[in-house]
């Protein structure tokens, strides 16, 4: 029978994943059903997260692909400018979605396609104003929404928590 991890969460508190990990145990009692206890929890929170992310951008008028992207260019630093090939490393998507990706935040005015001064044949994708304030202002009320949904943890907790997190994400995203 395999080593069982420690129990997780506060004798006080259960959740859903309390009783499906109480009912796994019941049901394969041969089976070590703890690494449920933190990627379901995971599972369940990027659910949240992701829901109420869309809720924040769908009030800007953003997809989430779209705010991924002026984010990109935003962060690329002034002139807020990226090529076309490395948006696409960034949003690891194939070329033809970030044409069609580009061609939209064009039509919207928060972009602007402009000759690759480095390449004569490629294109750069610049921040216009509008779409910089766009990112801005949708951060911000980001930020806050997601401060609120860690304030019952204080700072030495959210950092110990980032810490844990880029752990177990680093070998995903190829950092370990």
């Known amino acids: 029978m395999p080593s069982r991890m420690p129990r997780l969460t506060s004798p006080h508190t259960e959740d859903e994943v309390d009783r499906i990990v109480a ?11 703890a690494p449920l206890e933190v990627l379901s ?26 705010f991924d992207t002026l984010t990109s260019l935003r962060l690329a630093g ?27 935040l064009v039509e919207r005015e928060l972009a602007q396609r402009l000759p690759d001064p480095t390449d004569g044949s490629g294109i750069v994708v610049r921040l216009t104003p509008s ?17 609120r949904l860690l304030s019952f943890l204080d700072i030495v907790r959210c950092r110990e ?6 752990r177990l994400v680093a070998p995903f995203d190829g950092e370990e």
Do not use: K, Y
Not at 23 to 33: G, N
Not at 42 to 63: N, P, W
């Open 23 to 33: 009912a796994w145990r019941r049901e394969r009692p041969d089976l070590d059903v």
């Open 41 to 66: 929890r995971i599972t369940r929170l990027a659910r949240h997260v992701d829901r109420d992310r869309s809720t924040v951008f769908a009030r800007h008028g953003l997809e989430p692909w779209e």
């Open 78 to 104: 002034p002139p807020h400018q990226l090529s076309a090939s490395q948006l696409i490393s960034r949003a690891t998507v194939p070329s033809g979605t970030m044409t069609d990706r580009i061609d939209r």
């Open 131 to 147: 779409g910089r304030e766009l990112v801005d202002v949708t951060l911000t009320e980001l930020l806050e929404r997601e401060r």
């Open 161 to 166: 928590l980032a810490n844990l997190l880029r």
